[in-house]
């Protein structure tokens, strides 16, 4: 049962555009994340926010920007976008501890033509 | 910073033989270990973690033993079934806001 709601489902946008996505968790989780899934199925953390507040941010481009209204929310905004930005971009929350499990929504897969 | 090291690619067995995932990790704290499982066009969901009592974790028929002195968590079946084909993330947490994922391996169950 879904839990990490992500929208939209998919995005095609031409090189140089904004785009933003959101994310809301119905879990009440104190910890939110935006991981990138690349062509090749990497996973990588992009930011972490732990109720409301930027914890990890990890080596991304600036035209990266996380923005959260409140700890259920966590979106996710790029300017200018290029064409390595092509991924599936995927929120997750969890609990505010080392041994916990991460949620995951279905992801936003970005297409940059 | 932690890391995740797991066999990369593509693992492809015939139904009904064993499986056995491999995952090392580096950690300078002692982490909690995770398994994750993706099926196509789905989120990445647990399919297993580590206990802190040395515990051995199971479920759906998937086991993994959390060994310290050879850093390891390789994630084993006895049987393969045709429904276990996906995407596998093993991934390390030592750090109450950051899980670190390895590479991933696909494994194709075939009949």
């Known amino acids: 049962e879904t839990a990490v709601f992500q929208t939209p489902n998919y995005h095609v946008t031409q090189v140089g555009n904004e785009v933003s996505f959101n994310c809301k968790q119905t879990?009440?989780?104190?910890?939110m994340y935006w991981y990138k899934q690349d062509s090749k199925k990497l996973l990588k953390i992009m930011f972490s926010?732990?109720?409301?507040?930027?914890?990890v941010n990890e080596t991304v481009p600036r035209r990266f920007s996380p923005q959260s209204s409140d700890k259920a929310h966590l979106n996710l905004r790029i300017k200018s976008v290029e064409p390595e930005d092509s991924a599936v971009y995927l929120c997750?929350?969890?609990?505010?501890?080392?041994?916990?499990?991460?949620?995951f929504g279905k992801g936003t897969r970005l297409t940059v033509v | 910073g932690d890391s995740v090291t797991q066999t990369e690619g593509l693992v492809t067995l015939t139904e009904g033989l064993p499986v056995m995932l491999n995952c090392t990790y580096q950690?300078?704290?002692?982490?909690?270990l995770f398994w994750y499982v993706q099926h196509l066009n789905e989120a990445p969901k647990l399919l297993l973690k580590?206990?802190?009592?040395?515990k051995r974790p199971e479920h759906q028929g998937f086991h993994a033993t959390l060994h310290k002195s050879s850093s390891s968590f390789h994630l084993q079946k006895s049987s393969a079934q045709l429904s276990d084909s996906a995407l596998y993330y093993c991934?390390?947490?030592?750090?109450?806001?950051?899980?670190?994922f390895g590479t991933g391996t696909r494994l194709q169950v075939l009949p």
């Open positions: 997750a929350s969890s609990w505010d501890s080392a041994n916990t499990e991460v949620f």
């Open positions: 879990l009440g989780h104190d910890t």
């Open positions: 926010y732990n109720n409301k507040q930027l914890i």
């Open positions: 950690s300078t704290y002692s982490p909690f």
């Open positions: 580590s206990f802190t009592d040395n």
């Open positions: 991934a390390c947490s030592s750090n109450t806001n950051k899980v670190v």
